[in-house]
């Protein structure tokens, strides 16, 4: 399949707003565009805007100003069943008197589909989630897994334009959960559909996305793939609900264009890069990824800042250690290490001295 055609705006909403009481905002003047074919994850914590924007975007929700537009054609005034959109809840919310078959087939009839090309497009779809074989089962006698998958078909049955998912893998177990994470994104690859996906898990959404737009207080923090979203955090909010992050408390001594000398709270200078930092004196947090830090001598990178650390925790956890240290008189630095042949455990109280390339550093805002 062809990448995402990020520049030929698919879905768009341009200055959107909603707020619910007449004064709050919990969306407040949200720009974005969404490419047809692009997998795209609004991200964030709860209440910071992503499930208002995805039910304004399925028509449960109106919004209170600006324009929401799919495939170029304004959607404000459109009720839901006339858009075109399908719809993947964390519930199912499957018809429990119904039968699977009779579940697909449900969004067909109101569409006016006849019978036999109902059929056809049932058994594709069951196909499609290897279901085929419980097309006559209830959904009360299938598992979670499968009633999620009964409910995907659902929304793929119809060939919409555009395919929603609102926190669709929330009632699943781990394992299943990662499982279906891959049964998503490859029926993206392969149908070549639009999904806009809503979920407050980071895994979930740097495994699934094109791209994730990372929300909160109403606003879209960043937007970016995930490699850039991980990588190049664009502030601490980002930095801190993406994945693990050391932050280390400092002011900026000396800045240039790519580079910023930070003096820690602790004395110590180290470079970083600078990030939502412009001027000397100012306050920043540097955040450092707690895998980019190494404490074996010889694997440190050429040109590694090195500063002395005090082993509070070690945990085993499988395939990596974490390890928990006091560094700069901080208790909460982290590294983590892979569980590789002669890695050795390292006990609490033992002194040590850690290390990171410079590049890995980024100088953050404050907040």
């Given at each position: ?46 209440g ?9 975007l ?34 199912y ?5 119904m039968?699977?078959?009779e ?120 937007l ?16 801190g ?47 450092i ?64 001295r ?14």
């Amino acid at each position: 399949m062809a990448g995402p055609q990020q520049d030929a705006a698919f879905v768009q909403f341009e200055r959107v707003q909603k707020s619910y009481d007449g004064e709050t905002l919990v969306v407040k003047d949200l720009n974005l565009a969404i490419g047809k074919g692009e997998f795209l994850t609004m991200l964030g914590p709860s209440g910071s805007g992503k499930t208002t924007c995805l039910m304004m975007l399925a028509g449960f929700e109106t919004a209170t100003h600006g324009e929401i537009r799919l495939a170029g054609r304004p959607i404000n005034q459109v009720p839901p069943h006339k858009r075109d959109i399908g719809m993947v809840f964390q519930n199912y919310a499957l018809f429990p008197h119904m039968t699977v078959g009779e579940n697909l087939a449900f969004p067909l009839e109101v569409r006016g589909i006849g019978r036999s090309e109902r059929e056809a497009k049932i058994t594709r779809a069951l196909d499609m989630v290897q279901m085929g074989a419980f097309a006559s089962r209830r959904p009360a006698q299938l598992s979670g897994g499968q009633q999620q998958r009964i409910a995907l078909a659902r929304a793929l049955v119809f060939d919409p334009a555009l395919v929603l998912m609102d926190e669709p893998l929330g009632a699943l177990d781990k394992q299943l959960r990662e499982h279906m994470q891959f049964e998503i994104k490859h029926l993206h690859d392969n149908l070549g559909i639009t999904v806009v996906y809503v979920t407050h898990d980071q895994g979930e959404a740097l495994t699934m996305s094109d791209r994730v737009a990372v929300f909160n207080d109403g606003r879209i923090q960043q937007l970016a793939p995930p490699d850039e979203l991980y990588e190049r955090p664009a502030n601490s909010f980002v930095a801190g609900f993406i994945g693990e992050n050391n932050r280390l408390r400092g002011t900026v001594e000396d800045i240039g264009p790519d580079r910023a000398l930070v003096r820690l709270a602790s004395g110590e200078l180290i470079e970083a890069t600078p990030v939502n930092v412009t001027r000397k004196g100012q306050a920043t947090l540097v955040s450092i990824r707690p895998e980019r830090v190494e404490f074996k001598p010889d694997l440190m990178p050429t040109g590694a800042h090195t500063l002395e650390a005090e082993v509070l925790e070690f945990i085993y956890m499988g395939d990596i250690f974490r390890t928990r240290l006091r560094v700069t008189g901080q208790d909460d630095f982290v590294i983590k290490s892979r569980n590789a042949q002669g890695q050795r455990r390292l006990e609490p109280g033992e002194k040590i001295r850690i290390g990171w390339a410079p590049q890995d550093a980024r100088a953050l805002d404050p907040a």
